[in-house]
């Protein structure tokens, strides 16, 4: 069974410094990872995904993520925040091989908070 | 070329209603998910639908609950008798039939929030 850890539900950063959400995971396979995030009141939308190809990733608005097996982890990272960056994250993992049959397994959720 | 479409936003039912939510997916995608989103808590994975066909069903109730995916029209989510404990979002998710690569992306619509009094 597929399983994800994300630490702590709130996050706060000042507007340009560092985001690292931090996200583990669990999985008897090769894991699918990625990353979502919420704004209130809509879907989810994918900011990034690794697929067993280069460890670092990189995805939409700055962020990026390195899957560390050695740690199991997927750590979401940006260099600067920004005040549009408020919004609630989530790591999830595919239980499958991967292909479009692949149900995903979501972690809880961070809600990152940006000051200015 | 339309996101995953949801409706309705928002559903209020008293208890022992019943509440229907309905899924079209984006244009071309015939794979079908639904997820339930409790207050504080991340995602949970219910049913996972191809046109005509339940593939997994393992994260439904055994009650009260049921999904269909018709040859046409959009995904329905079904709940029977809701109870205060079914208020939560509800949110579809969809894929195209093809896998053009491994790990492919599900796209998400922007829910439906049940609200049982």
């Known amino acids: 069974a597929q399983s994800v850890t994300q630490l702590g539900s709130h996050v706060s950063v000042s507007e340009g410094a560092l985001v690292l959400l931090r996200c583990n995971y669990s999985?008897?396979?090769?894991?699918?990872l990625f990353w979502y995030v919420q704004y209130p009141n809509q879907g989810l939308q994918l900011l990034l995904k690794?697929?067993?190809?280069?460890?670092l990733v990189k995805g939409i608005n700055g962020f990026e993520a390195e899957f560390k097996k050695s740690e199991t982890s997927f750590h979401l990272t940006k260099p600067s925040a920004h005040m549009s960056d408020a919004a609630e994250y989530f790591c999830?993992?595919?239980?499958?091989?991967?292909?479009?049959?692949?149900?995903?397994?979501f972690g809880k959720g961070i809600t990152l908070s940006v000051r200015p | 070329n339309a996101g995953v479409m949801q409706n309705p936003r928002h559903l209020v039912r008293r208890r022992g209603q019943e509440a229907r939510l309905r899924c079209s997916p984006m244009?071309?995608?015939?794979?079908v998910y639904w997820y339930r989103q409790l207050p504080e808590e991340g995602l949970k994975f219910m049913v996972y639908?191809?046109?005509?066909?339940?593939?997994?069903e393992s994260g439904m109730p055994k009650e009260r609950f049921s999904a269909e995916f018709p040859k046409e029209g959009p995904s329905i989510l079904r709940i029977q008798q809701v109870v205060r404990g079914d208020s939560a979002a509800y949110f579809c998710?969809?894929?195209?039939?093809?896998?053009?690569?491994?790990?492919?992306?599900?796209?998400f619509g922007p829910g439906t929030r049940l609200t049982v009094l």
């Open positions: 998710a969809s894929s195209p039939r093809w896998a053009s690569e491994r790990g492919d992306e599900q796209f």
């Open positions: 999985s008897s396979v090769p894991p699918y």
């Open positions: 690794y697929t067993s190809a280069a460890t």
């Open positions: 999830a993992v595919s239980d499958s091989g991967g292909g479009a049959n692949s149900k995903l397994t």
């Open positions: 244009k071309g995608h015939s794979h």
């Open positions: 639908l191809q046109k005509e066909n339940i593939i997994d």
